[in-house]
């Protein structure tokens, strides 16, 4: 049963449209990452449902009741941010206690839920270290166990490792997300980068202008993105203008050939070729043939660029495959069943 309801929020500033016809809803204990590019209505949706903002129409619901008269401090709801927002004049222990003393918790419990997060995030001898000689790691563990301290009914995490360099984002997000699965903690997720949100999100809302574009699980989004916007923000840019007909079977006409496609609407439309599902041997129900442009090396993974008939194309191969060198003759075959993907023309 979903605990956390969005129902028809829309909110303008002035004559922009932040957000238009938001609708989705949460189950306890899960985590939702809102995705998406700078200025698409993550934060926007994030504060209207902490009640920091409040929508020009629909409703946000917590268990059924409606919070539109809920002020922030009385919704239960936590948030930590991108700047962590330590007290530089207090303690660790202070720090996570100090929401804890607003609820005032009796001292003993206090201190026995201040070691308790200590513990989770990791850094139990910590207590009385001064906030500031933590590294930036450190202070995001800290934050953390200070948002979850209170047991919040919801944490709401706006780009909380947006300050971090990238090494030290990707060994977090995986211990934020193991942390936040421990608890049990229903939580939401603002971040635009792609694969923060892969790794910690049980599900991923993609905006785009202030509405949604797809909601789904992290493989069910890169696999099967559903429009241009989802394909060119997870940089499969293998874009080609297509028209689709029906024979014994639907084809798409593009500059590239015909290729078969699945059950798709007749007329003016856009063919995704994925970057990750080629080969390079030559056999397949399609075949590209074109000229190596570029080769860009990734660690476990290696992109390359092809001109293909006036086309830039990028393929991803792993690394240990040996890629022909710039300039030179590539032949490309695919499977149209996991190659090829159609859009609508937009």
């Excluded at 504060?47 to 409040?54: D, P, V, Y």
């Excluded at 696999?223 to 014994?248: C, G, K, Q, W």
Aim: proline share 7%.
């Amino acid at each position: 049963m979903s605990i956390l309801s969005v129902s028809s929020v829309s909110k303008s500033f002035e004559h922009i449209q932040a957000l238009k016809d938001i609708r989705f809803s949460m189950e306890e204990g899960e985590i939702v990452a809102l995705l998406g590019p700078s200025g698409c209505g993550k934060s926007t949706l994030l504060a209207i449902i902490a009640g920091l903002e409040h929508p020009d129409r629909g409703t946000v619901t917590w268990n059924g009741m409606d919070l539109v008269d809920t002020p922030p401090h009385l919704r239960d709801f936590g948030l930590m941010f991108q700047d962590f927002a330590l007290f530089p004049h207090m303690n660790v222990y202070a720090n996570i206690a100090f929401g804890l003393k607003m609820a005032h918790l009796a001292t003993d419990q206090l201190s026995q839920r201040v070691h308790e997060m200590l513990s989770l995030v990791g850094m139990p001898d910590s207590s009385r270290r001064d906030v500031n000689t933590l590294s930036g790691g450190e202070q995001q563990r800290i934050a953390l166990a200070r948002s979850l301290a209170p047991h919040p009914r919801l944490l709401m995490l706006d780009e909380p490792l947006g300050s971090l360099d990238r090494n030290l984002r990707e060994r977090l997000v995986v211990d934020l997300q193991d942390i936040l699965h421990r608890m049990h903690q229903t939580a939401i997720y603002v971040t635009h980068d792609q694969e923060e949100a892969f790794t910690i999100a049980d599900r991923i809302i993609l905006m785009n202008a202030g509405q949604i574009e797809q909601i789904g699980t992290p493989q069910e989004i890169y696999r099967d993105p559903a429009s241009v916007f989802v394909s060119r923000f997870l940089e499969m840019t293998n874009l080609i203008p297509a028209v689709i007909y029906h024979r014994e079977i639907p084809v798409a006409a593009t500059p590239l050939g015909d290729f078969p496609v699945g059950p798709s609407t007749p007329g003016d439309a856009t063919l995704l070729i994925r970057p990750d599902m080629a080969r390079l041997d030559g056999q397949g129900p399609i075949i590209l043939k074109g000229v190596s442009d570029s080769i860009s090396f990734r660690g476990s993974q290696q992109k390359i660029t092809l001109i293909v008939d006036h086309f830039t194309l990028v393929f991803e191969f792993p690394s240990l495959i040996q890629l022909p060198s710039p300039g030179t003759p590539v032949t490309i075959s695919l499977d149209p069943a996991t190659a090829i993907k159609v859009f609508p023309k937009y």
